[in-house]
T-cell receptor
Framework: DQQVKQNSPSLSVQEGRISILNCDYTNSMFDYFLWYKKYPAEGPTFLISISSIKDKNEDGRFTVFLNKSAKHLSLHIVPSQPGDSAVYFCAASEGNNDMRFGAGTRLTVKP | DAGVIQSPRHEVTEMGQEVTLRCKPISGHDYLFWYRQTMMRGLELLIYFNNNVPIDDSGMPEDRFSAKMPNASFSTLKIQPSEPRDSAVYFC?????????????FGSGTRLTVV
């Protein structure tokens, strides 16, 4: 049973435009959410996170939005750059329990 | 610290053979996780350890899979016998804590191909 779902396996965006990556979850007890970025032949690296007490967290070009009622979060990248091309994983955890990851979305930013 | 170190980077083996994947976590990290990445399910948690003790192995797919952590600086994931459907990228990650406020540090992964 996948508790964290990323329904779009891929996304293609033009350089300079906004990239929006979506993530849905089923466990209402999740209280911390993270996004990881993965380049080919490398392990995932932490990108940005948000606690369930917030609905938005911003870090430079990256903003994560959380809609608890809809059990939905999204990652916005503005403006998108070719170097952002990677696989993005959404992850969620409940308290100090281990994280659950989504299947990932492959973002391609075209020059 | 060199980060989480996994070996080998690539492994090709024949069906039925034993495969051993290795991981060295970041020094001082008390938690170690083994994940498997597949196209359909993304990163699946197989097992995790706290202070060298297995805490949750419910993600281990079958008895063919086993994991050990004999000391704080080394862990192995063994598949015996291996099958073609085990082909995937296996990641090891370590952390100060399993959940909130602590990102996991991942190794570069081992790409396993069972033919």
């Amino acid at each position: 049973d996948q508790q964290v779902k990323q329904n779009s396996p891929s996304l293609s965006v033009q350089e300079g435009r906004i990239s929006i990556l979506n993530c849905d979850y089923t466990n209402s007890m999740f209280d911390y959410f993270l996004w990881y970025k993965k380049y080919p032949a490398e392990g995932p690296t932490f990108l940005i996170s948000i606690s369930s007490i917030k609905d938005k967290n911003e870090d430079g070009r990256f903003t994560v939005f959380l809609n608890k009622s809809a059990k939905h979060l999204s990652l916005h990248i503005v403006p998108s750059q070719p170097g952002d091309s990677a696989v993005y994983f959404c992850a969620a955890s409940e308290g100090n329990n281990d994280m659950r990851f989504g299947a990932g979305t492959r973002l391609t930013v075209k020059p | 610290d060199a980060g989480v170190i996994q070996s080998p980077r690539h492994e090709v083996t024949e069906m039925g053979q034993e495969v051993t994947l290795r991981c060295k976590p970041i020094s001082g990290h008390d938690y170690l996780f083994w994940y498997r990445q597949t196209m359909m399910r993304g990163l699946e948690l197989l097992i995790y350890f706290n202070n060298n003790v297995p805490i949750d192995d419910s993600g281990m797919p079958e008895d063919r899979f086993s994991a050990k952590m004999p000391n704080a600086s080394f862990s192995t994931l063994k598949i015996q016998p291996s099958e073609p459907r085990d082909s995937a990228v296996y990641f090891c990650a370590s952390s100060l804590a399993p959940g909130i406020n602590y990102g996991y540090t991942f190794g570069s992964g081992t790409r396993l191909t069972v033919v």
